[in-house]
């Protein structure tokens, strides 16, 4: 009887062990509950052109709260706003500045006033996303809406040259489609969203546009432990140019990046009740060459990028 009896607690016990290293990976969000996240990236990107070298640095500044407001048996239809925007570059000793938080103004020769108005404009304005139960976006619902509403008056922007035909890139980049699934999905897609287990692996690739370039994107994901409502997932991203990219096109040179390749590495702690973040960390290294063809020049440009970035939820 005594042997039946700690078998039977042994049986119990495995059981128990067996429970916590086995968890279900999946957006499970509260409806009409506010959840907010801030991240924060620091970049520098060390281009040598002609012999001489340019070190661009750049840091980011987001805020970003995310509601979902129904739920289908397929997909959830989430309202995300991103709160706060803010960006600050130096190159080559020359600081701009361009933040959600100014009005800023669509009519100034300044570059960061022009932006900073876009993003002003974003920051008040809600997407209505369509995302599966794995945090991918399925659909912004409200894409033409939304940029009817930014877009509304850029045909008054007074910039001239190449700097005006940058800005308008840059600014066709920022509410794209694509950039804005990509913005969406930092904070989201990473999950199996289904049942897995301590030591399991899954994958999961997006095609991303960064400051115009068109790269593929694999993160081979790992499941290192769960504890308690936390689960501890470090990540390997594999990084190269979209085959089917096509080139950028800036102040009237064509610019190719096709052997772009980089690595990231990445740590994530994540809520299982939500499926949400509750911090990641990730370093990532890119370098290749650009190819540059303008009339009368062509060049080849090297290039090295060295980021770091952060995502934690606010309470």
Known sequence: MKKIFLACVAVLFCISIMAQ????????????????????????IIQTVNGNQQTVESKTNNTISIKMIDVTADFMITEIRFDTLKTNTNSMGKTVSMSSVSEGNITST???????????????????????????????VNTKMLSDVIMKDTSSITMTGPMAAGVKTQIKNLISDNTLKTMVEVFTNYLPGKQVSTGDNWSVTVNTNSGGMALDIKT???LDGVNGNSA????????????NGGPMVAGGATITYDDLKGLSK???????RTGLLVEAT?????AGNLGVTAPGMSMQIPMDINGESKVVALQ
């Open 21 to 44: 290293n086995s968890v279900n990976l999946k957006m499970n969000l509260e409806k009409n509950k506010v959840y907010r996240f801030s991240s924060s990236s620091e970049q520098t």
């Open 110 to 140: 300044e570059m960061a006033d022009v932006i900073s108005c876009i993003m002003n404009r974003l920051s008040k304005n809600a997407l209505y996303i369509k995302m599966d139960f794995a945090g991918k976006v399925l659909e912004i």
């Open 220 to 222: 081979d994901y790992h």
């Open 232 to 243: 501890n997932i470090t990540a390997e991203s594999n990084i190269k140019a979209a085959e």
């Open 266 to 272: 990445s740590s994530m702690v994540i809520d299982v």
């Open 282 to 286: 990730a370093k990532t290294h890119i």
